[in-house]
């Protein structure tokens, strides 16, 4: 997919109806804290400034989105109610189209977030949800990984996630690891994902690896 058809496809993606999804139960929509994403779904996106600047993908976002619910299911699904699973998989999707994160840092990402959930302070932090946690996990990822990632001003416009929400929870996270956010720390899990992609690719679309 090209840029310029990712920037079309999330055009026309409804918009979500809560920002949703903080990981604890009962699920009471009056205790969400995040912004209604009105204004990062009308009128086509980001910052155009953003857009221009991306890379081509090496992922079609759309795979990308389906292989992180199916293969991290067990760990979102109960923080996911039925009536947003869908609206949640197109947020996924529309922020991996708008920002674009490289491949590496997105196995990077899914390693941290995966040790988010079985981490209580990061889980029941009053700002914790599973939108919140996945745009914290790949924000970090793409700092550590990439030469000239994305600020978290850029990230909040296009998940309309608040600024202070992602400082806050990036800052807890790094304390909760002892700042250990290096890929070399997280290896394993980085290579175990890879294989998982991978797989799920020759499996599920059936592409030649």
Avoid at 11 to 22: A, D, N, V
Avoid at 132 to 145: C, D
Avoid at 164 to 186: H, I, K
Wanted: proline letters at 7%.
């Amino acid at each position: 997919m090209t840029t310029s058809q990712a920037s079309r496809s999330v055009s026309t993606m409804p918009r979500l109806p809560s920002s949703m999804l903080r990981p604890q139960s009962p699920f009471v929509i009056d205790e969400l804290t995040h912004f209604y994403p009105e204004d990062a779904m009308n009128g086509g996106g980001p910052s155009q400034a953003y857009t221009l600047a991306q890379p081509s993908f090496a992922y079609d976002p759309q795979d990308m989105t389906y292989f992180i619910r199916e293969c991290m299911s067990e760990i979102i699904d109960p923080h996911v109610p039925d009536d947003y699973d869908e609206p949640f998989n197109r947020w996924i999707a529309y922020m991996l189209a708008c920002m674009q994160p490289e491949l590496s840092s997105i196995m990077l990402a899914l390693s941290y977030y995966e040790s988010m959930f079985s981490s209580e302070r990061m889980r029941v932090h009053e700002v914790a949800a599973a939108d919140s946690l996945l745009a914290t996990a790949l924000i970090l990822a793409e700092k550590v990984l990439r030469d000239c990632p994305w600020s978290n001003a850029a990230w909040s416009e296009v998940t309309t996630i608040p600024r202070r929400t992602l400082r806050e929870l990036e800052e807890l996270w790094c304390e909760e690891v002892g700042w250990r956010v290096q890929p070399f720390s997280w290896q394993r899990q980085m290579d175990e994902w890879s294989e998982d992609w991978r797989a799920w690719l020759e499996e599920d679309v059936g592409m030649d690896m």
